[in-house]
């Protein structure tokens, strides 16, 4: 954890800036640094983004980001309140756009900021995250997790939603009706997608990859992978996958493990974003099927992050039947869908692959923050001015 209320600058004045935002997060996620590259392409000088946070920088676990940013600020989590209302108070935003998860920032800075209108981007629900959030999670912690969802969704001035899914499920689940809110895809990232590709690893063997999350010290994860990566190298199909930063799974010690059991399955060392995306287009399939044991719920609401990415890079999407990723891979014509992993030979060997990949080069520009960003602008107008008039 870093010092609390440590600021790293970037730029001139706020006061020149014709629009001017602050992003909350506990945790700075690829989502909110899309969100700043598309920003700053479209706005340039006129768009200063301010950026509160308790957790690691983007640079420790992307290797880039604080740069699209006008100013990072590291939060004290003892006086969380206070330290947001001082960096309202030094950088004078329009919005605050705050991102959960959990949901705890955007609480906190309802309770401080008045004359401020707060859009929550919900970009998971930690209410159906039956197995927790973190590996320390208790029935308290849970309990809690619930009522700020509820505080977050009930009382912010509009809503983000990261999938139709989640929007569903907050207008049965809260009172939200006549409040503004949008659906935001997790999109890819134009401005950092590859424009070189590397040669095919694959010969006769067919080679997939997953990246970002896994786990083994959260008990029930959709992110407890191991198993299926075991059933996947069963086939003879080579699974690769490239960890998140250990600062937050701090189990890659045990997938090295599996990794050195069986010459399928590959581990490798956890790279920057932009390297990723390069390194992931020597593969054949991206891989976006997940433990549905505890969370299936949650499994079908979410899009992860890696589904456009793996897009990004050129790749086919190979997914279980988790209902917003199979929408999203059908929708477009970019994948496969397996019920378990005992299709997927089969399925292998029937569907003409040059095709999913030509599929997916042609579709990877189409979804982007960069072409999608004008609809966050207009709701930014809807919001803006709406307290404190």
Not at 53 to 80: A, C, I, K
Not at 362 to 369: E, G, Q, S, V, Y
Request: hydrophobic share 35%; charged share 25%.
């Amino acid at each position: 954890m870093h010092s609390p209320e440590r600021d790293t600058p970037r730029s001139e004045s706020h006061s020149q800036q014709a629009l001017r935002i602050l992003f909350l997060e506990p945790q700075p996620c690829i989502r909110a640094l899309k969100y700043a590259i598309a920003l700053k392409r479209a706005l340039k000088n006129d768009v200063g983004i301010y950026f509160g946070h308790l957790g690691h920088t983007l640079t420790e676990l992307y290797g880039f980001g604080e740069e699209y940013f006008d100013q990072v600020t590291s939060l004290s989590p003892e006086r969380l309140s206070e330290s947001i209302r001082r960096v309202i108070e030094k950088y004078e935003p329009q919005v605050i756009h705050s991102h959960n998860a959990p949901d705890t920032l955007t609480v906190a800075a309802l309770d401080v900021a008045e004359e401020i209108p707060i859009i929550h981007d919900i970009h998971e629900l930690l209410s159906v995250h039956n197995s927790g959030f973190f590996s320390d999670d208790d029935e308290e912690r849970l309990v809690k997790y619930r009522r700020e969802e509820r505080k977050a969704c009930e009382e912010s001035d509009g809503r983000i939603y990261a999938t139709e899914g989640i929007g569903r499920y907050v207008h049965q689940q809260y009172d939200v009706g006549g409040q503004p809110d949008i659906v935001f895809h997790n999109y890819a990232s134009e401005s950092v997608m590859p424009h070189r590709f590397k040669e095919k690893i694959s010969t006769e063997e067919t080679h997939i990859v997953y990246v970002g999350c896994i786990t083994n010290v959260v008990e029930g994860s959709h992110y407890d992978l191991r198993e299926i990566f075991k059933a996947i190298a069963d086939y003879n199909l080579h699974i690769h996958f490239y960890p998140s930063s250990n600062y937050i799974t701090r189990s890659n010690s045990a997938y090295r493990r599996l990794a050195g059991s069986n010459r399928f399955i590959h581990c490798h060392d956890h790279l920057g974003y932009r390297e990723l995306l390069y390194e992931m287009t020597q593969y054949d399939f991206g891989w976006a099927g997940f433990n549905g044991a505890k969370n299936a719920k949650h499994l079908d609401l979410a899009l992860q992050n890696k589904v456009p990415d793996y897009l990004s890079s050129g790749l086919p999407v190979i997914a279980f039947r988790h209902r917003t990723i199979q929408r999203f891979i059908e929708k477009h014509g970019i994948g496969l869908i397996v019920k378990d992993i005992d299709e997927l030979p089969e399925l292998l060997r029937n569907v003409d692959i040059p095709k999913l990949r030509d599929r997916a080069m042609k579709t990877r520009r189409k979804l982007t923050f960069e072409s999608n960003i004008p609809k966050l602008l207009d709701f930014y107008d809807r919001i803006a001015g709406t307290k404190g008039d």
